[in-house]
C-alpha cells in the first residue's frame, strides 16, 4: 500500500476515443506529478502540480490534458492519442515541491494501449 | 548522450550472491534518490542520499554516494528472489526548483535465479 492509488490499471483505447486516469493520494501532499514511462527510455516528468497550480508542462503536447481539483486528486485527460503514446503513466505525490528529502511516492500505474 | 547512466542495464545472479548497480551522473549531484519497481507497476522508494560519502542501507541493501557527488552504488547481499525487479535511480540536480526536478536512469533489471 503506496498510499498513492491510480485507475484503471490497464486501458486500451483507439486513436479517436476520449479517456481518462485517475490518481488520488492518501498521504495529505500537497504537490503531484505525471511521468510517462515507455519501454527503454528513462521516466519523462509531464506535469507538475503544487496546491492545485500546474507548475510544470515538459513540452507535452495537448492531446494530453492534465487537471487538479483538489491536492488529493489528479486527472489525465487523453484526447485523439496517438499508437507512440502507449506507455506505462505514472502517478507520484510529495510532501511539498520544493526542497531535497521530499521524496516522490509513486502510485502502481496505468497501462496504456493505443490502438 | 543521458545525463545519468545506470549500469548494468541488466543482470542476473544465483539466489544468495551479492551485487553491486551502478548510477552514475555527468554533474555534481544535490540529490540521489534509489527505487525499485515490479514490471509494469510503480515505483517504490528505496533511499535518498543527500551527502558526499553518505551510505544508508535498509535491510541487505545499502547505497552509497562517492565523495564526489557524482555517483552512487547500490549493494545487494545475500540476494533472494524478493529483490528481483527494476532497479531506477533518480537524481536532483539541484536547480533551484526543488526534488521535483528529477532526472531517471533508464534501470537496471535484476533477476535471481534460486
Known amino acids: 500500500e503506496t498510499g498513492v492509488t491510480q485507475t484503471p490499471r490497464h486501458l486500451v483505447m483507439g486513436m479517436t476515443n476520449k479517456k481518462s486516469l485517475k490518481c488520488e493520494q492518501h498521504?495529505?501532499?500537497?504537490?503531484m506529478y505525471w511521468y510517462k514511462q515507455s519501454a527503454k527510455k528513462p521516466l519523462e516528468l509531464m506535469f507538475v502540480y503544487s496546491l492545485e497550480e500546474r507548475v510544470e508542462n515538459n513540452s507535452v503536447p495537448s492531446r494530453f490534458s492534465p487537471e487538479c481539483p483538489n491536492s488529493s486528486h489528479l486527472f489525465l485527460h487523453l484526447h485523439t492519442l496517438q499508437p507512440e503514446d502507449s506507455a506505462l503513466y505514472l502517478c507520484a505525490s510529495s510532501p511539498a515541491l520544493a526542497g531535497v528529502g521530499d521524496t516522490q511516492y509513486f502510485g502502481p500505474g496505468t497501462r496504456l494501449t493505443v490502438l | 548522450s543521458q545525463e545519468l547512466e545506470q549500469s548494468p542495464q541488466s543482470l542476473i545472479v544465483q539466489e544468495g550472491k551479492n551485487l553491486t548497480i551502478n548510477c552514475t551522473s555527468s554533474k555534481t549531484l544535490y540529490g540521489l534518490y534509489w527505487y525499485k519497481q515490479k514490471y509494469g507497476e510503480g515505483l517504490i522508494f528505496l533511499m535518498m542520499l543527500q551527502k558526499g560519502g553518505e551510505e544508508k542501507s535498509h535491510e541487505k541493501i545499502t547505497a552509497k554516494l562517492d565523495e564526489k557527488k557524482q555517483q552512487s552504488s547500490l549493494h545487494i547481499t545475500a540476494s533472494q528472489p524478493s529483490h528481483a525487479g527494476i532497479y531506477l535511480c533518480g537524481a536532483d540536480y539541484g536547480s533551484g526548483a526543488g526534488s521535483y526536478q528529477l532526472t531517471f536512469g533508464k534501470g537496471t533489471k535484476l533477476s535471481v535465479i534460486p
Open positions: 498521504l495529505g501532499h500537497n504537490a
